[in-house]
């Protein structure tokens, strides 16, 4: 069965593969994940905030007191709440690169113009084979709008892309106005792939102890149904890839993804609570079930149940959510 597919530019002999997580920092575990069958790595991120703060500590005199700009860094993340800095990080990058033979995706976290963009280019020169521009912005401010926080994003690809010539990923959240929209101008800038989506971790609030309390769920198949919608708006009405991440667990959750229009699919979730072997079963069961029905290629798969494509695009829009409604019984 031939299950390969294009992602990036890359022919992948499948789509799926180990999207960022712990799991992609930890060496041995990347080899685990490559005799797993992953057909591409994505590494976790390094962060706009990292970045900045070790240029803040650079700069600061040693006759300071230690505290003496202790607020400004108040702002930040301490530094032991991250796995590699980003020298550190440059390296494992260079040791995935040379353990492994599969595309290595390095990962780069933020949100603001700046000198920090400069490692897009590092992470290039330290050789990975593609970047995974991670936008994380939740818009908090009344004053700022949905056209900006869109135009911010499309100037920082349009930066990347000019620094580096390998490809650019972008990983997206659901929360734009317009994601179609955004998408086309992101394809107009030369964005080479999509990811959706970016998982916005929810604070909870402790009622007893009256604080915030940061809270990290591992994702469900539930959260497919939305990237699923997307992926089939997206599907044929852009150049880039598209790639899924986020409530994919199963062999049929990754069908369901390729069937609405995803060229890759990354797993974490899944791998973080069944460990690098789980990628072969569903690889596996992904051969299987095509086999069974009479598939010759996941390529002849691939959007065949996108927004375009669909003998009922019903279901992707207002009317299906009118026929929901309507239809409910208790």
Same mark, same amino acid.
């Given at each position: ?43 976790? *991120?390094?962060?706009? $905030? ?17 505290? *003496? ?13 991250? /796995?590699?800095?980003?020298? $550190? ?62 135009? /911010? ?19 997206? @959240?659901?929360?734009? *106005?317009?994601?179609?929209? %955004? ?29 915030? /309390?940061?809270? %990290? ?74 086999? *069974? ?5 996941? @390529? ?6 996108? %927004? ?23």
């Amino acid at each position: 069965m031939d299950l390969s597919t294009r992602y990036l530019g890359f022919r992948l002999l499948h789509p799926l593969m180990a999207g960022a997580s712990p799991l992609t920092t930890d060496l041995d575990r990347v080899r685990r994940l490559e005799d797993a069958g992953a057909a591409a790595i994505v590494m976790h *991120s390094l962060f706009e $905030e990292q970045i900045i703060q070790e240029e803040l500590a650079t700069r600061a005199s040693i006759d300071e007191p230690a505290e *003496s700009f202790g607020e400004a860094l108040s702002y930040f993340p301490s530094p032991q709440e991250f /796995r590699l800095g980003p020298e $550190e990080y440059l390296e494992r990058l260079r040791q995935i690169k040379a353990a492994v033979g599969v595309p290595v995706i390095a990962s780069l976290n933020g949100i603001t113009p700046g000198g920090w963009l400069r490692y897009a280019r590092l992470m290039a020169e330290a050789g990975a084979d593609a970047l995974e521009l991670n936008i994380y912005f939740l818009a908090t401010d009344p004053a700022v709008s949905g056209a900006s926080v869109e135009q /911010r994003t499309v100037e920082l690809v349009r930066e990347v892309k000019r620094l580096v010539k390998i490809p650019v990923a972008v990983k997206l @959240s659901p929360f734009y *106005s317009s994601l179609p929209h %955004l998408a086309t101008q992101l394809d107009t800038v030369g964005a080479d792939g999509l990811v959706l989506f970016n998982r916005f971790y929810q604070p909870d609030i402790d009622i007893e102890a009256l604080e915030v /309390r940061r809270s %990290l769920e591992l994702s469900t198949s539930s959260e497919l149904r939305l990237r699923l919608r997307f992926l089939a708006i997206l599907s044929g009405k852009v150049r880039a890839s598209l790639a899924v991440t986020g409530g994919v667990h199963t062999a049929a959750d990754a069908i369901r993804a390729i069937m609405a229009g995803a060229h890759g699919v990354q797993l974490v979730s899944a791998l973080l609570k069944n460990g690098e072997k789980h990628l072969r079963e569903v690889r596996e069961e992904l051969a299987g079930w095509l086999e *069974s029905h009479e598939y010759e290629s996941l @390529s002849q798969m691939c959007g065949s149940l996108s %927004l375009g494509r669909s003998p009922d695009p019903g279901a992707f829009e207002r009317a299906n959510y009118v026929h929901i409604l309507q239809g409910w019984r208790r």
